[in-house]
């Protein structure tokens, strides 16, 4: 017998207690075709295992995980440059390339003792009068040239225990920025300095630079000083004792890598994260041109004396 009401024309519909109407399953957010039970930790979407990965806790959605990213700070440096851990390629770059152009040098003289009477050596040294003359690539290329293989184990081996560092710390072209204001404020120096019928060869100019700038960087991290000014002392102290090293290049160089590296490692206390590295090439600029002014005002003075 049928309860009152129920099956009679007008009734409303299943006794108090029937089958409800199921509710629709809930689909991911980026694919709409994927039904799923899983949801992001963070924003509680619902998101198929192809969108969410794994978290401190539980899983979050690919869109909260880039979010997440965005607020993270990137690790830096003290210049600012991005934190690697790649290897020190320009440092190994530059020892190559030094390396290569002694065994030209090599091959060209026929001895490896004596390369420095090889043509390319002839044409590549900083001879003074040679720049007045109008050979400027010696003013760079002489920072590439050794006297033997002495000197250029000496010179690369200072290259390598000084640049594996800095190149970390003050990143890839900021180290090749330190690197060539050094070689051509050194340059600068020997012009300036130096008898203008002398030669002048060597990557020491340079990697005094770097020497000056290990300083700077110390001061500027305050760790101890110790160290690195008694490799600057015994260096400076072979440049005066051992003949034919030329004292006044290496000092050049000493003062442009510590000017240089002192610009890169305090300018992001002072400048604005954005103008930073603009600031810091504008910098670098700066001190070549005032290296290539004295070169060019002493090369001009050296012209005058040979009448030319």
């Not at 934190?83 to 001895?111: E, H, K």
Request: aromatic residues 8%; charged residues 10%.
């Amino acid at each position: 017998m049928n309860a009152p009401g129920w099956g009679k024309p007008g009734a409303d519909g299943p006794p108090p207690g029937g089958d409800q109407p199921a509710a629709a399953p809930a689909v991911c957010f980026r694919h709409p075709d994927r039904p799923t039970g899983l949801r992001c930790s963070r924003c509680g979407r619902s998101a198929c295992p192809e969108c969410l990965r794994e978290a401190p806790v539980g899983f979050q959605c690919v869109q909260c995980v880039a979010e997440g990213q965005r607020d993270v700070r990137q690790a830096a440096t003290v210049t600012g440059a991005r934190v690697s851990q790649a290897p020190p390629l320009v440092t190994y770059s530059l020892i190559g390339i030094n390396v290569l152009v002694f065994l030209l040098t090599v091959a060209d003289a026929g001895n490896v003792m004596s390369n420095q009477v090889s043509t390319i050596f002839s044409d590549f040294a900083l001879w003074p009068y040679g720049v007045a003359q109008g050979d400027w690539w010696r003013v760079i290329g002489s920072g590439f040239l050794h006297y033997g293989p002495i000197h250029l184990l000496m010179n690369m081996f200072a290259l390598y225990i000084l640049g594996r560092d800095m190149e970390v710390v003050l990143g890839r072209g900021r180290f090749l920025g330190v690197y060539a204001v050094s070689l051509i404020g050194a340059s600068a120096s020997v012009m300036l300095f130096s008898a203008p019928n002398t030669a002048t060869a060597g990557a020491s100019g340079a990697i005094f630079g770097l020497m000056g700038g290990l300083v700077v960087v110390l001061l500027r991290l305050k760790r101890g000083l110790a160290p690195a000014v008694t490799v600057i002392a015994l260096n400076v102290f072979i440049s005066i004792t051992v003949p034919g090293i030329s004292l006044v290049g290496h000092l050049g160089g000493l003062v442009f890598g510590a000017v240089a590296t002192a610009v890169l490692v305090y300018a992001p206390l002072y400048v604005p994260k954005g103008r930073l590295l603009a600031v810091q090439v504008g910098a670098m600029l700066a001190l070549t041109v005032v290296a290539v002014g004295l070169i060019t005002g002493q090369a001009l003075a050296l012209r005058s004396d040979l009448g030319l």
